[in-house]
């Protein structure tokens, strides 16, 4: 009984992809595809957005300095 059960469980080969054989049709590969990329597009866009606000508030800052304070140059005079 038992050398049935070990002899079923060798003759199988387990491999991650005999798990996976029943949930991923053509379609669903398809479908996690476009994700995935849509995944990197969203993600580019993302860090694009942020990029440009770090830019423009450092802009902001250094022009608001410059209103502020005047010329704070270590060559101006003192």
Known sequence: M???AVA???QRSTSRWS???RATSGRTI??????DRL???TTGLSFLVISMVVFVHAWYAFVIS???GGSRSPCAGA
């Open 30 to 35: 398809g479908m996690m595809e476009t994700l």
């Open 19 to 21: 798990l996976f054989d």
């Open 39 to 41: 995944g990197y597009i």
């Open 66 to 68: 410059g209103v502020a």
């Open 2 to 4: 038992m050398e049935k």
């Open 8 to 10: 079923a469980i060798a």
